[in-house]
T-cell receptor, first 111, second 114 residues
């Protein structure tokens, strides 16, 4: 699986949008971008994934650049409960492959 | 609630002992994945089973073993425990009827070795 690079931490104000960047410059054509988060010591939680088109669900939006070398996870209205470690993962779908977690980015939402 | 059940939630034991962690996957999921998360390390992939057969192996110690049973639940066996085995152990499931490729994680089993 391709490697991803994320800044170690960021913060944002409650109610504002949180934009979490991720670089995956070696991504292959059959690899998807996945985002998970881990709140404190709970089990990681799936947020969203995409191949090349932008995606949106009830939790977040995923913007993938045209060259697919980077992406941004957007939490439109961050709340205190969104404080967590967010992991950007590149993974081939269809092979039931494992997720390889990096260090992720720690998002702190301040009141 | 992810639908993945792990037991026990907490376990305290002594060095040299053996423990078994259990995981029940989401209904319809055929794959089970085990991960270890220590304080100073991230989520480390240990092993994956698919429909009863080992599919992939990660950084799993020889003292650790796992299996997936016909009803698709899985057990992770940790033996000759050392202080450094203290960690959160997560199970995830996927690869069933949910074809979008997400993995669903349980809440983990926290192992403390004294």
């Amino acid at each position: 699986d391709a490697k991803t690079t994320q800044p170690p931490s960021m913060d944002c104000a409650e109610g504002r949008a949180a934009n979490l960047p991720c670089n995956h410059s070696t991504i292959s054509g059959n690899e998807y971008v996945y985002w998970y988060r881990q709140i404190h010591s709970q089990g990681p939680q799936y947020i969203i994934h995409g191949l090349k088109n932008n995606e949106t669900n009830e939790m977040a939006s995923l913007i993938i650049t045209e060259d697919r070398k980077s992406s941004t996870l957007i939490l439109p209205h961050a709340t205190l409960r969104d404080t967590a470690v967010y992991y950007c993962i590149v993974r081939v779908v269809g092979a039931n492959s494992k997720l390889t977690f990096g260090k992720g980015i720690t998002l702190s939402v301040r009141p | 609630d992810s639908g993945v059940t792990q037991t026990p939630k907490h376990l305290i034991t002594a060095t040299g002992q053996r423990v078994t962690l259990r995981c029940s996957p989401r209904s319809g999921d055929l794959s089970v994945y085990w991960y270890q998360q220590s304080l100073d390390q991230g989520l480390q992939f240990l092993i994956q089973y698919y429909n009863g057969e080992e599919r992939a192996k990660g950084n799993i110690l020889e003292r650790f073993s796992a299996q997936q049973f016909p009803d698709l639940h899985s057990e992770l066996n940790l033996s000759s425990l050392e202080l450094g085995d203290s960690a959160l152990y997560f199970c995830a499931s996927g690869g069933g009827i949910h074809l979008t490729g997400e993995l669903f994680f349980g809440e983990g089993s926290r192992l403390t070795v004294l």
